[in-house]
């Protein structure tokens, strides 16, 4: 009878070993991604605009978004596109292309510029004669990537913003 060389029957033995702690360790992988899978989207609020320029046809702004991402895990973007509608009338729009990252449940700032044109400003100000305040609607679409692929996020929110909330009086 033909024995084998211990260290033949040895490595042998070890296959198995090894093949049971590659699948083992892909399961865990498996899990750990399983867990990412799910995805809620991030709530988008308007915090405060800054005049950045005026021209003959309009100017410019920086509106000042906090965008809180409820997920366990951060979440990477590479733009936000949109419009700001003020009393019902398009006001401007939103075109911000810079990556940024949201933290795991965490709020986040993003300044983003914004276009405007005077027609805009009108309708804010009738707004603002009228009641004293301005209704706002912001929508577009924020482009992230996330463990389940590329994603875009749909932004609607809105409300009324008071004068003294606009100028910064208690």
């Excluded at 895990?73 to 700001?84: C, E, I």
Aim: hydrophobic share 40%; net charge negative; with cysteine.
């Amino acid at each position: 009878m033909h024995r084998r060389p211990n260290s033949v029957i040895r490595s042998t033995r070890r296959v198995p070993a090894i093949l049971l702690a590659a699948v083992s360790a892909a399961a865990l992988v498996g899990c750990a991604t399983f867990k990412y899978t799910g995805f809620e989207r991030p709530h988008v609020q308007l915090e405060s605009v800054s005049v950045t320029g005026l021209g003959l046809s309009g100017g410019s702004l920086r509106l000042e978004l906090d965008v809180y991402n409820p997920n366990e895990y951060a979440v990477r973007g590479s733009a936000f596109t949109g419009r700001l509608k003020l009393e019902d009338t398009q006001f401007g729009e939103i075109l911000f292309e810079r990556g940024f990252e949201l933290a795991p449940q965490a709020h986040t700032t993003l300044e983003v510029p914004m276009q405007f044109t005077w027609e805009g400003v009108g309708a804010a100000a009738r707004g603002l004669l009228a009641r004293g305040s301005v209704s706002y609607e912001l929508g577009g679409a924020l482009f992230v990537d996330t463990p389940g692929g590329d994603k875009r996020v749909e932004i609607d929110t809105g409300g009324v913003v008071a004068v003294r909330d606009m100028i910064g009086l208690e």
